[in-house]
């Protein structure tokens, strides 16, 4: 019953839909950007995710781009520079000491260089499609009481199942993270598109107690933003989105969660702790209801009522989502993929206590 009202209260959080202060025509930002991109081994990526900027429709005097080289052992500062000096006014390619590595250390070495007023965070190995990306996200930070601003990354891929399950496991999550946002009890976002006021970063500096963690620069900023009761809005404007490319092996996908999850694991507000707690056990009760039937039939009613329940409201969940998102999604595959997830979803939280997976050659 729990998980029930969880996610109903959530689903229905921005339905029906209120009107959103649409982007104005002639609209002219005023606040300055510093777009801070972390890059290690990304010489496949790095040139479709600056470019994919380069095509925003914004003031070329108010934008700086930071691109951070991790000790990449590939041509990944070379094309970023190239295109860089043909592309930006205002740049700066910046390395870690042979003694700094990670993420963290990077955008705090970004951070403290940059000109900006508004910090936004990107990875390497996304793109956005809209060309008012840019302008949108500092349109928010112009009409709205906002110090951190959470909006959405989504994946991109074949309709296979395997990349199929890996959007609708996307999809939902990046709703859940908007709506429990939009009612003042953050749990996720993504650093891969981020944005926030420098001066609350520097205020905040919430990576003082963490860098020895390889992850989490996300989370971890969200938690001090949510301690120190900064203004966290969610963004769901379709302008807004960037995409990133689903996982093209299994192995890849499951070390990826598994990253995701442990870094959830140190973050200990209240928000993620009971919310964990709900969607975790919810999956757990119905994997029990899936498997109870085999061994006392006369509870079979019971486990398929349940698994119906969770079968519609995830569904709602999925189907709400794309269409706030303006997605299109194969949802052919809808029903093996809740199946497996019921499995999917406890052996990654499990797994995630005591495997250590790599990224990039470094151990987790």
Known sequence: MLYVVFMLKNIFTFYPRKKNISLPENYTPQLSVSIIIAARNEEENIIRCLQSIAHQEFPKEQLEILVVNDHSEDKTTELAGTFLKENFRHFKILHLAEREKGKKTAIIKAVEQSSGSVIITRDADTVTENNFWLKEIVFQFENKNCDLLISPVLLSGTNSFFSSFQKYENLAVTFLGLSMAKNKLPIVCSGANLAYKKEIFLTLDPYRNNLHIASGDDMFLLKAAFSGKCQIQPNVSANSLVYTQTEDTFKKAVFQRLRWASKTGKISTLP?????????????????????????????????????????????????????????????WYLPAFVINLIYTPTIALGSFFVKPNWKDRSI
Do not use: E, H
């Open 272 to 332: 993620v702790f009971i919310s964990g707690l709900i969607l975790l056990f919810g999956n757990i009760a119905c994997l029990i209801a899936l498997i109870w039937p085999f061994i006392d039939s006369y509870y079979l009613p019971f486990c398929l009522f349940t698994l119906t329940i969770k079968f519609i409201i995830d569904f709602l969940l999925l189907f709400l989502s794309a269409r706030m998102l303006n997605q299109k999604v194969n949802l052919i």
